[in-house]
């Protein structure tokens, strides 16, 4: 049996630690988890970065006059601030430079000040700047860096199989599931009835 998101957290620790760009990252608060796709593919998302709390780290905000808050999501005591998504089979069925410049795009949207919300570019278009072409070129080259600096071959010897292929090799595929936490309406004074008060 191999345990995918326990293999993938040792990839992205080691990400973290070598690459310039991620070492604002404490890998200990994010939340590696996986999900089944019903298809594989070339189509579709490979993987998914979600912020554990509000710009600017904030734990409420407000939107069109409704008060939310982001649960607080607390594993072995220790308060988590993201939750990366990997796809399966879809991740899987990638070549090992598309996974890392997957892992890198994921991670390059970690805020660089590592407070749960997202890496905000200036312009209209923030999250991944004004060409998304142009982001991706920079994901690539990440990964090339990444993998230009030797990291331990037998710690991405996984990463190179296809999803049947660790299936053939390892039998059962398991890891962390997890639902994306959802942000809790606030109420306020005004709509707590009497037996609030």
């Known amino acids: 049996m191999l345990d995918y998101t326990a293999k993938m957290r040792e990839v992205i620790e080691d990400i973290c630690r070598r690459h310039p760009a991620f070492r604002h990252i404490d890998v200990d608060r994010i939340i590696v988890c996986f999900s089944q796709t019903r298809r594989a593919g070339d189509h579709g998302t490979q993987a998914s970065l979600m912020p554990l709390r509000f ?11 409704v008060r939310w808050r982001m649960p607080q999501v607390v594993l072995d005591g220790t308060e988590m601030l993201y939750l990366l998504h990997l796809y399966l089979p879809r991740f899987c069925d990638r070549a090992l430079e598309e996974k890392l410049t997957t892992l890198c795009h994921e991670l390059y949207h970690v805020n660089p000040e590592f407070n749960g919300d997202l890496r905000r570019i200036p312009g209209q278009k923030w999250q991944h700047g004004g060409s998304r072409k142009q982001y991706d070129e920079l994901m690539r080259r990440m990964a090339a860096k990444y993998l230009a600096g030797n990291p331990p071959k037998e710690l991405l010897d996984f990463l190179a199989l296809d999803f049947d292929g660790l299936r053939r090799k390892h039998g059962q595929i398991s890891g962390l599931r997890m639902r994306r936490p959802r942000p809790i309406r606030v109420r306020t004074d005004q709509e707590a009835g009497p037996q609030d008060q």
């Open 55 to 65: 710009q600017a780290g904030a734990r409420e905000t407000t939107v069109d006059g």
